[in-house]
Nanobody, 123 residues
């Protein structure tokens, strides 16, 4: 199971830190990703981190503003979001991929999903 939290309402230019806690599985066996879905839009890739935290990958739209990290001991993955803009408004989901082939950017490559946490950025 994946449980995401940390969403909320923030003004443009502000920051939020999302967290995702895993239970019931060997967390370190999974690459982890963050996706988001805005109203009326498809779910889109935000960031991913490898099982060992040695590799990360970001969508161009968040590169330089967001940072993904993980703690395998605590079974958590985080998304630090800075310099938020209204276009970042969406429900954010964490996801887990067991393939460990490469960092995936398509939602259907991920097997397990959290319930989502809403981020609203006001202008």
């Amino acid at each position: 199971q994946l449980q995401a939290c940390g969403g909320g309402l923030v003004q443009a230019g502000g920051s939020l830190r999302l967290s995702c806690a895993a239970s019931g599985r060997a967390f370190s066996n999974y690459d982890m990703g963050w996706f988001r879905q805005a109203p009326g839009k498809e779910r889109e890739f935000v960031a991913a981190i490898s099982w060992s935290a040695s590799n990360t990958y970001y969508a161009d739209s968040v590169k330089g503003r967001f940072t993904i990290s993980r703690n395998n001991t605590k079974k958590t993955v985080h998304l630090q979001m800075n310099s938020l803009v209204p276009e970042d408004t969406a429900v954010y989901y964490c996801a887990a991929d067991s393939s460990r082939l490469r960092l995936m950017v398509r939602p259907y490559d991920y097997e397990y999903w959290g319930q989502g946490t809403l981020v609203t950025v006001s202008s």
